[in-house]
């Protein structure tokens, strides 16, 4: 796996992500050549036919992402992948279609743009189905032993054969042994399969090293072998995008990489907020008199609603949202999660929560500092007490701004039980340790995503 924006990804995701765009640039120049002919020389450097195919590249690609085409867990069955691929020439040909008429000399013409996109097509189909049997060769996959049982090195193995573009086969683990393991065994069947398979990857997971631990074994693999010993922490972390709490210490926290930010950083991720904050809230100005009509026409009581959250450095700050409920949705019970289908949440406010248009006033938040675009979600101050005191490290994640949306928030449905809070906390944790700009980007791609396809809808 690479690591690209402090977030980890299978090469071959990247592989397949670059081979796709090199196919989109030449099927399109082809286009504009077939046509054109002599002329292309002309169209291609003095009519800015190199950037119309770059933007064109961008969009298909953004398609393919929104269509989750780059999405392991939609892979298969193959006639639903195929379908979904064939949505995006479909989707550029209407698109293009419309601009030609609006923008005639948006394109090259021609007809070259849309003769490009039938050569994509059928480029397409032939290179997923040439990387869907390159991907499955034996040489180009790294064969792993697990070392460890229990219940941590059972969902490392299930991890790694659930996410087959890893590339990693697990070609044997201890807890293949029978109950009863010694040193001298774990160390007999590590030794019989690294000799056997050829591994390539040994992965730590063991959970009670003192007597088990077959540690001359792994120096001899490690020095004289080209074999590599690693931690499950990472693996586990790289596999599910989560830091987990069951196994998590101070000591990992103080040693580990991530954790810390610069004062550069901060400063660039300022200015980015909001300068983005403030584009977006002129963008959907024109929206609010709309969304405060329907508000007031659809139940009585303020069109916006403010509350306590607790922010970075457990700072108190008031958080602005338009109200999605009724105005005495806690005059009984007092402060309470929201719950699918609650019945406190008015009509208009449910398609405000589901459409995300709910959170415009948060862009305030956002311009005050109070807030960042990413980040963990932020909390009101009586549930993070009572949070804190039943989960460990609650209290790391307000050593950031909170966000409008964030690593937990498109990774995991929205929490209103205290399991669900510890869930989403180690999505939180994750995102502090590898904070960056380009993590941020790609949470706000993904969270675009999620709004235009109506997930995760809250």
């Known amino acids: 796996m690479i ?84 949505l ?13 008429v ?4 948006a394109m090259p013409g021609n007809l070259s743009s849309f003769l490009g996109l039938v050569i994509l097509t059928v480029a397409l189909f032939g290179w997923r189905s040439a990387y869907a049997w390159l991907a499955s060769q034996p040489f180009l996959r790294e064969r792993v032993y697990v070392l460890g049982t229990g219940e941590r090195a059972y969902r490392l193995v299930q991890g790694l054969q659930a996410h087959p573009e890893i590339g990693a086969d697990v070609v044997g683990w201890t807890g293949d042994l029978p109950a009863v393991l010694t040193r001298e065994t774990v160390a007999s069947h590590l030794n019989e399969i690294a000799r056997n398979k050829a591994v390539h ?27 590599h010993i690693e931690e499950a922490t990472s693996w586990l972390e790289k596999i599910s995008g989560k830091i987990e709490l069951e196994h998590l210490y101070p000591s990992w926290i103080i040693f580990a990489e991530g954790f810390r930010v610069s004062d550069t950083f901060k400063l660039v991720r300022r200015l980015l907020n909001f300068t983005v904050g403030l584009f977006v ?10 969304i405060a009509l329907a508000i007031r026409l659809d139940s009585p009581g303020s069109v916006f609603y403010r509350q306590q959250r607790v922010g970075r450095g457990e700072k108190i700050f008031h958080c602005y949202k338009f109200r999605t409920m009724r105005q005495d949705a806690e005059a009984d019970s007092g402060p309470t999660w929201a ?27 956002v311009l005050k500092g109070d807030m960042a675009f990413a980040g963990p979600r932020p909390e009101r101050p009586e549930f993070v007490e009572w949070l804190a005191k039943e989960i460990p490290y609650y209290n790391l994640r307000h050593l950031v701004r909170p966000g409008i949306t964030g690593w937990a928030q498109i990774r995991y449905r929205y929490a209103n039980t205290v399991e669900d809070a510890k869930e989403k906390l180690q999505y939180d944790l994750f995102y502090i340790k590898n904070a960056s700009i380009g993590l941020d980007v790609l949470i706000m791609f993904q969270t675009i995503k999620i709004v235009l396809l109506g997930r995760g809808a809250r």
């Open 88 to 100: 995006v020439p479909g989707v550029l040909a209407f698109g293009l279609a419309i601009l030609e």
């Open 339 to 365: 719950h699918d289908d609650d019945p406190r949440i008015t009509r208009v406010g449910r398609f405000l929560r589901v459409s995300r248009l709910d959170e415009i006033p948060q862009l305030w938040c």
């Open 102 to 105: 609006i923008f005639p000399s």
């Open 201 to 227: 990857r040994v992965i730590v997971a063991m959970q009670d090293r003192r007597n088990a631990m077959p540690m001359q074994e792994l120096l001899q693999l490690r020095l004289h072998g080209s074999v």
């Open 3 to 86: 690591r690209l924006f402090n977030v980890y990804y299978p090469i071959r995701a990247l592989v397949l992500v670059m081979g796709e765009a090199l196919l989109i640039v030449t099927s399109l120049l082809l286009g504009i050549i077939l046509r054109f002919r002599e002329d292309s020389y002309i169209v291609l450097n003095f009519e800015y036919g190199y950037y119309k195919i770059l933007v064109l590249t961008v969009f298909a690609l953004l398609l393919c992402h929104v269509f989750d085409l780059y999405d392991p867990s939609h892979f298969d069955p193959k006639d639903e992948l195929y379908f979904r691929l064939l």
């Open 281 to 290: 809230l002129i963008l959907t100005a024109p929206l609010i008199p709309f």
